[in-house]
């Protein structure tokens, strides 16, 4: 599906010397208008059924490597949760549980949670055993398990302060980008606050939080294609936000001997808004048509390979890829 740029008539030619007019360059929504988008996505390999969602996760993957990305969302191929990435969600499940209770009128003092973390710690180590497991290889259980109880205490002191107050949590947020297309674009909002300015007027803000060793830069957090796309969906769905909000907790490392808090804002202009959607768009173009050329076996597109993600701690399939170890 794509939509026709408009018409444009024909000038005829001027009489003499004179020389013929310039077309005017299109627009940038003229051109966005020339994007093929299909209505639907390829078909997995593994069990046969149509890709129907794109996500952050899944569009900043086909960013960094197409290889990466035909390997997970074509093929299947999966892994293990790294000790870090276990961490980071094990706290945003104790302070979605906060902010819950809160919706529902109950107030958690900060050791209440901290409990609720270590019986979701517990469970969660369970559940992924019975899976996948846990690759503890990044960072040791124990530890990792110290630094939660660590981030939590930081995010009550720094960063739940500033945040606003809770309108919705963990909301699912799904959106099209023309009619009849099979697929969409879905979200997942960790927190949606009110806040109040200087003059006291309502801020609506989303909110991710990270526990990370390095944290987003206002840079960063700018051009940060999460942030962009989940601004763009409550746009279309005419319930704008004024910020989004990068709630960061600084693992200690290497290059920082002490945990810290961070909190980073952002926004995007309609125009930015609309230039993701485009770039969504293309994405979606791009690998429907991949799919058609190379089929669903054969190597789709290598990583650069100087990205930290193309490199045999971050990438499970590296040791077997062309482009990584080769073959």
């Given at each position: 599906m794509s939509i026709a740029a408009p018409a444009i008539a024909e000038t005829p030619p001027p009489p003499g010397d004179a020389p013929a007019p310039t077309a005017?360059?299109?627009?940038a929504a003229e051109l966005a208008a020339r994007i093929?988008?299909?209505?639907?996505?390829?078909?997995?390999?593994?069990?046969g059924e149509p890709i129907r969602h794109l996500?952050?996760?899944s569009y900043g993957l086909w960013l960094v490597c197409r290889e990466a990305w035909r390997r997970k969302y074509i093929c299947g191929e999966r892994e293990a949760p790294s000790g870090a990435m276990f961490l980071g969600s094990r706290v945003d499940d104790a302070v979605s549980?906060?902010?819950?209770?809160?919706l529902a009128g109950e107030e958690l003092d900060p050791g209440q949670v901290k409990d609720a973390y270590r019986e979701l710690w517990r469970q969660q180590v369970d559940a992924e055993r019975e899976k996948l497991g846990i690759d503890w290889s990044d960072i040791?259980?124990?530890a990792a398990f110290e630094i939660g109880l660590q981030a939590l205490d930081m995010t009550f002191a720094q960063l739940v302060p500033k945040l606003g107050d809770p309108v919705a949590v963990q909301r699912q947020l799904e959106y099209t980008l023309a009619p009849g297309l099979e697929w969409t674009v879905l979200c997942y909002l960790d927190l949606e606050t009110r806040g109040r300015d200087l003059t006291g007027a309502e801020i609506p803000r989303v909110v991710d939080y990270k526990v990370k060793g390095s944290t987003i830069s206002q840079a960063q957090a700018d051009r940060d294609p999460q942030a962009s796309l989940y601004m763009a969906g409550r746009w279309l769905q005419a319930n704008p936000a004024a910020e989004f909000l990068f709630a960061q907790i600084a693992k200690p490392g290497p290059r920082r001997k002490q945990i810290s808090a961070t909190l980073i804002t952002t926004g995007r202009t309609v125009g930015q808004m609309r230039a993701t959607l485009a770039r969504i768009a293309l994405a979606a173009s791009e690998l429907a048509a991949t799919h058609e050329r190379l089929g669903p076996d054969r190597p789709w597109g290598l990583a650069d390979p100087t990205h930290w993600k193309c490199s045999p701690r971050f990438c499970p399939a590296w040791s077997t890829c062309p482009g990584g170890r080769g073959l």
């Open positions: 005017p360059p299109a627009s093929p988008v299909p209505v639907r996505l390829p078909t997995r390999r593994y069990d996500s952050a996760t549980l906060y902010y819950q209770r809160r040791h259980e124990q």
